[in-house]
């Protein structure tokens, strides 16, 4: 081996550094690029859930409203298309509104109180009709009238078990005949179950142990009936 094939073998101190030097910054911008393909695909992650979270609720209830629309118009629809001899979209609904302004109308003089009381008696005489009207009856009562006395208060009650609590509704303040057998101050309330407020249970709870709540009969059902996600912290 001659002296310049020594002289080619032996690296080159300024030579190595720069050689280092060029990967470094190679191996910077690679990992540049995946710092930004990183980030933008983050970015395009959010985007992209945003996106969903404004799109899927104003579809959901575009459609929702739009078979709700379909649903009540061909309630009375079929009788349109029988007398105008055709289908006019959105007569059938208009049509049942005013069927039921005319009912609420009729229920609130006095032969129409009377055959209300009439209707509910024969109601209540059948066992399975009686329990299905009654209960309905008494939340949408609860939901619809703002001045309705069926659901009085919401309150807070420790149900199952001390420590936890329970969203009630009180239904009347009094135990009735129940407080003289115990001796003690006693509150009736409903406790509704999640997210069917048609069922719960019917307590009897000392007066001492019903914490009541600044929230509207209205708010409360709307909070059982979500499973608490339409809360709002500033009610309780």
Not at 13 to 34: C, I, K, L, N, T
Not at 53 to 60: F, Y
Not at 133 to 161: C, M, N, Q, W
Request: net charge negative; charged share 20%; proline share 5%.
């Amino acid at each position: 081996m001659n002296e310049n094939e020594q002289e080619n073998r032996i690296p080159v101190p300024g030579a190595v550094d720069s050689d280092r030097e060029a990967a470094h910054q190679d191996d910077d911008r690679q990992s540049g690029h995946d710092h930004e393909h990183q980030s933008a695909g983050r970015v395009l992650r959010k985007y992209f859930l945003t996106g969903l979270l404004v799109i899927l609720p104003i579809t959901i209830s575009v459609f929702i409203l739009w078979q709700f629309f379909f649903a009540l118009d061909s309630i009375l629809g079929r009788f349109v298309i029988r007398y105008y001899g055709r289908e006019i979209p959105g007569l059938g609904l208009i049509v049942l509104i005013g069927i039921i302004v005319v009912v609420g109308a009729v229920a609130s003089n006095f032969i129409g109180r009377r055959v209300l009381k009439l209707w509910e008696r024969f109601i209540n005489r059948i066992p399975l009709v009686r329990w299905i009207y009654g209960t309905t009856k008494t939340v949408f009562a609860a939901v619809l009238h703002e001045d309705s006395t069926s659901f009085r208060r919401v309150v807070l009650i420790e149900f199952p078990h001390k420590g936890i609590y329970s969203l009630a509704f009180v239904t009347c303040e009094s135990g009735g005949s129940i407080e003289n057998v115990l001796g003690k101050k006693l509150v009736s309330v409903f406790l509704p179950t999640t997210p069917n407020p048609t069922s719960g249970y019917f307590l009897l709870i000392p007066e001492e142990d019903v914490r009541p709540l600044d929230m509207s009969v209205q708010d409360g059902l709307r909070l059982v009936v979500s499973a608490g996600v339409l809360s709002d912290e500033g009610d309780a």
